[in-house]
């Protein structure tokens, strides 16, 4: 059913992309260029010595025992905080759907974190859990929980998991709630006729129905967990204890602006550019299979 | 209407501004790192130099934390659009040296302007930081502070032990802590700010020991690190232990820590002279600063202690600038350092804000006035920049190593992964010397050219 338009020649249609083309080239492809390039040099801080050493910026990361452990905390942290992020939401989102009192307060509520900078949201998560003058952070305290992030790399994990997730959860709930609203009734219905109870029908109609939303929002929920929870750890840990909390964004930061290492930090921006661009491919080919669905 | 008048304006300035030319004081741009209180001081600095001449005008501008403000400066330098005169933290200085021309060094400055600066009266722990081994300056010493201990009095007095004197020798702290978390009342007896730079930059110093080869790196790149002796790990040990057993609680990273001593919660802290002003707003006990203690049995401790704080550095504008600036912007530069060293104006600086005196004689006019009077303990920081009679060693010099912020947080990492029980003393020693070792020849291969 997709509408064609077909051009004559080919002026108009570039002209018609350009602004788009354009922005992509100097938005993304320059700077990725740019850091392509930056990746095969070793310059001083002030870009007065450089040196071209080719593959020695990437040969020297996977050598380096720190970036190996950047990498395996990414690996912890992100899919910790996508299962987190993904459960609570569906569970909300369920609940919400539900004919209850009130539910467009409720919904309301629950999108509002989302609308909190994440470095506010760290300091929240702060304030809860400090040792001497958190909420949680002093009831732990007197129930004999010996708790203290700022030392505890398994404690400062679990906590920039937890702040990471609670953002989080008012996007995947918005999408889980709209999944399950488009979910037609008449199934439901049919399925209760038949006699499944509501569990059943949870995971025999529904969570199949969800599973596309779901799907897309596991992409997104990893790239997020992945590229957009830097300010979430430069609030709370700066990715301490020891290198407990440092993930491959955080480490990006670490080397390029705290160390000034700039072929370094290029080439570990290479690499996750890699990685979105993987990411970025499944989440497109599905989608793409998902419209002949 | 509002664009007619800003199209206006621009055409006006454009007309006059040549002819005011001659007129126009000269803009020296100066960035730092210094928040309230402490940066509104600063830019009272440069106001008040502002008022004493017409030729120049001192802009001074907030850039964030001293890492921010470094970031910032060398990032404004590739574009070409440096700052004048920028406000360095110390453990920036051996970038900063080694930054070739993209600084111009103090020396030349005052020798291309002829301006005088008397730098012989300068604190030798001070001047001996930011000055080449032959001795000439490389940067301006402004805002200088070193590590002391504060200490909560009234604990001292629950605990038995005199509030008047704490102890000279760690074997003496390491006696008196179980006593503070038996009676001392508060929630732990000993934390620690800014780690490294106290308990092993500042204790290698006193106790006269190397923390890396080549004079601590003042004699070149090729230095590596030496905190992998046997004094700095007894005293890791002993940390770590003190942590284990509730004696000690390491308080995060570069000042997070400093809270827990004005609110009650440890009873000495290890932090900067400068951390004063707060101690004295928020503190509602008796407290006193005392000298860094020693182990009593190494021979040549203590004696003193190093320099923290910032200084100066003045900036060439950038690669694509050519020359970079102007005789008459370098000659503004020179005056506004000349007023800052004034003894008067450095005086009224340390009084107002807790750092040390850069000068002798600004410490004379401060004892004068009657200030360590009325201030007890104030001059306990200017008195432990001075023991063992002010000369300085190889080992109390200073630490000029490249790359040393990263450095020093490497070494916060693996002493935190040794307070946490991950590994011993030794190994995080070890492990933060191979890693130093890293950046150390990463910088000195960048900076060979």
């Given at each position: ?16 992309l350009a ?12 700077p ?31 050598r380096?025992?720190i970036?190996?452990?950047?990498a ?5 942290f ?9 459960g609570s939401a569906l ?5 919400a ?24 949201a ?13 909420l949680?952070?002093k ?6 929980v ?10 400062a ?7 990471a ?10 999408f ?9 009734t ?13 569990m ?22 990893l ?10 750890i ?9 290198n407990?909390t440092e ?9 390029g602006?705290?160390?000034l ?15 979105v661009?993987?990411l970025?491919?499944?989440q ?6 998902r419209?002949?669905? | ?15 006059a501004?040549?002819?005011?030319g ?17 940066g ?10 502002n008022?004493t ?9 907030f ?17 070409s ?14 970038t900063m ?13 005052l020798a ?9 009266d ?9 000055s080449l ?34 102890p ?14 038996a ?5 732990v ?17 006193i ?18 690190l030496?905190?992998?002796?046997p ?20 308080g995060?990273?570069?000042?997070a ?11 000495i802290?290890?932090t900067s002279?400068g ?8 503190a509602r006990?008796?407290w006193?600063v005392?000298?860094?203690?020693y182990?009593?049995g ?7 202690s190093?320099i ?11 690669p ?17 350092f000349?007023?800052?060293s ?5 005086a ?45 060693t190889?080992n109390s010099?200073?630490i000029r ?9 490497i070494?916060?990492?693996e ?11 030794a190994?995080a020693?070890?492990?933060a ?14 900076n060979?050219?």
């Amino acid at each position: 059913m997709r509408k064609k338009v077909i051009f004559r020649g080919v002026a108009l249609p570039y002209l018609l992309l350009a602004p788009q083309l354009l922005i992509t080239l100097v938005f993304f492809f320059w700077p990725a260029g740019m850091a392509v390039w930056q990746s095969t040099q070793r310059e001083d801080a002030f870009g007065l010595n450089t040196e071209f050493v080719a593959f020695e910026n990437f040969t020297d990361l996977f050598r380096d025992p720190i970036y190996l452990n950047a990498a395996w905390n990414t690996v912890v942290f992100s899919s910790a905080v996508t299962v987190l992020a993904l459960g609570s939401a569906l569970f909300l989102a369920v609940q919400a759907d539900k004919h209850i009192r009130g539910a467009g307060l409720y919904k309301t509520l629950l999108i509002w974190p989302y609308a909190v900078a994440p470095a506010l949201a760290a300091v929240l998560w702060l304030f809860i859990f400090h040792p001497s003058i958190g909420l949680v952070g002093k009831a732990l305290a007197v129930i004999g929980v010996q708790w203290d992030f700022r030392l505890n790399g398994g404690q400062a994990m679990t906590m920039v998991i937890i702040a990471a997730a609670w953002k989080q959860v008012s996007y995947n709930f918005i999408f889980f709630l709209a999944g399950l609203q488009s979910i037609p009734t008449s199934v439901l219905e049919a399925a209760a006729i038949d006699g499944a109870r509501p569990m059943r029908r949870f995971w025999t109609v529904i969570f199949p129905l969800l599973s596309p939303t779901a799907f897309f929002l596991l992409v997104v929920n990893l790239v997020y967990a992945f590229f957009d929870t830097f300010g979430v750890i430069h609030a709370l840990t700066r990715g301490g204890p020891g290198n407990a909390t440092e993930t491959l964004i955080y480490k990006v930061y670490v080397d390029g602006v705290q160390n000034l290492n700039f072929g370094s930090s290029a080439a570990q921006s290479v690499i996750l550019m890699v990685i979105v661009i993987g990411l970025t491919a499944i989440q497109f080919r599905y989608i793409e299979r998902r419209v002949h669905y | 209407m509002h664009r007619r008048t800003l199209l206006t304006g621009a055409a006006s300035l454009a007309v006059a501004a040549p002819a005011l030319g001659q007129t126009q004081p000269i803009e020296i741009q100066f960035w730092h790192g210094l928040a309230q209180p402490l940066g509104g001081m600063l830019e009272q600095r440069a106001t008040d130099f502002n008022a004493t001449q017409t030729k120049y005008r001192v802009v001074p501008t907030f850039r964030g934390s001293y890492p921010e403000t470094m970031v910032a400066a060398i990032a404004a330098f590739r574009a070409s659009n440096a700052p004048h005169v920028v406000q360095m933290f110390e453990v920036g200085t051996g970038t900063m040296m080694g930054a070739g021309r993209a600084v111009k060094p103090v020396h030349e400055l005052l020798a291309e302007t002829g301006v005088q600066i008397d730098f012989d009266d300068y604190l030798p722990g001070v001047r001996g930081y930011y000055s080449l081994s032959d001795g000439r300056m490389m940067s301006m010493p402004f805002n200088s502070s070193t590590t002391v201990v504060w200490y909560n009095k009234d604990a001292m007095r629950r605990a038995g032990a005199d509030p008047e004197k704490f102890p000279e020798t760690w074997q003496g702290v390491a006696e008196l802590l179980p006593r503070l978390k038996a009676n001392g009342g508060t929630a732990v007896p000993m934390s620690t700010a800014w780690l490294t730079w106290g308990q092993i930059e500042n204790f290698s110093a006193i106790h006269d020991i190397p923390l890396a080869t080549l004079a601590n790196g003042f004699g070149g790149l090729g230095t590596e690190l030496r905190i992998a002796n046997p004094l700095v790990q007894r005293h890791m040990e002993a940390l770590a232990q003190w942590q284990k057993d509730g004696l000690y609680r390491y308080g995060g990273r570069n000042n997070a820590g400093e809270p827990a001593f004005p609110n009650g919660e440890a009873a000495i802290m290890f932090t900067s002279s400068g951390f004063r002003a707060r101690v004295q707003r928020e503190a509602r006990f008796g407290w006193g600063v005392a000298m860094l203690p020693y182990y009593e049995g190494t021979p040549r401790a203590p004696i003193n202690s190093i320099i923290g704080g910032a200084s100066l550095w003045v900036m060439n504008k950038g690669p694509a600038a050519g020359g970079g600036r102007s005789r008459g912007e370098f000659e503004g530069v020179a005056e506004f350092f000349k007023y800052l060293s004034n003894p008067e104006v450095d005086a009224q600086w340390h009084m107002d804000t807790g750092y040390v005196p850069v000068r002798r004689a600004s410490y004379a006019i401060a004892k004068d006035r009657g200030f360590y009077r009325e201030n007890a303990g104030a001059d306990v920081p200017i008195e432990q920049l001075l023991r063992g009679g002010g000369t300085l060693t190889d080992n109390s010099r200073g630490i000029r190593l490249g790359g040393f912020v990263e450095i020093r947080t490497i070494m916060e990492e693996e002493l935190e992964r040794a307070f946490q029980g991950q590994q011993t003393a030794a190994q995080a020693l070890a492990n933060a010397t191979t890693r130093g070792n890293v950046v150390l020849r990463n910088f000195e291969r960048a900076n060979r050219g």
